[in-house]
């Protein structure tokens, strides 16, 4: 059972950066996907950030191109999104998740990073 740990999440007014974290419990994403989603009160999880763990098929949501970044840190098995210029609109409880290669579902999730960005 892969286990993902979020941390990183807090208040930052608007223009701000924060960093979050995602610690594996297990180096087998070699072969994953690895993502980060968001998930605003009363809406829909979206996809924010999603890519191979070896920095491959990098894809950013339209809304955070250009102020998100998706890195990891293959010695700390920690995959990480550097958020720059927040805007309260990102704010939104934050999840790592991941998938084998070849599955369409991720499938693995942590319990989630809460973001607020105040105006």
């Known amino acids: 059972q892969v286990q993902l740990v979020e941390s990183g999440g807090g208040l930052v007014q608007a223009g701000g950066s924060l960093r979050l974290s995602c610690a594996a419990s297990?180096?087998?994403?070699?072969?994953?996907?690895m993502g980060w989603f968001r998930q605003a009160p009363g809406k829909e999880r979206d996809v924010v950030a999603t890519?191979?763990?070896?920095?491959?098929?990098?894809r950013y949501a339209d809304s955070v191109k250009g102020r998100f970044t998706i890195s990891r840190d293959n010695a700390k098995n920690t995959v990480y999104l550097q958020m720059n210029n927040l805007k309260p609109e990102d704010t939104a409880a934050y999840y790592c998740?991941?998938?084998?290669?070849?599955?369409?579902?991720?499938?693995?999730w942590g319990q989630g990073t809460q973001v607020t960005v105040s105006s």
């Open positions: 297990e180096r087998t994403f070699s072969t994953y996907y």
């Open positions: 890519f191979t763990w070896n920095g491959a098929n990098t």
């Open positions: 998740a991941a998938r084998p290669l070849g599955i369409s579902d991720y499938i693995y």
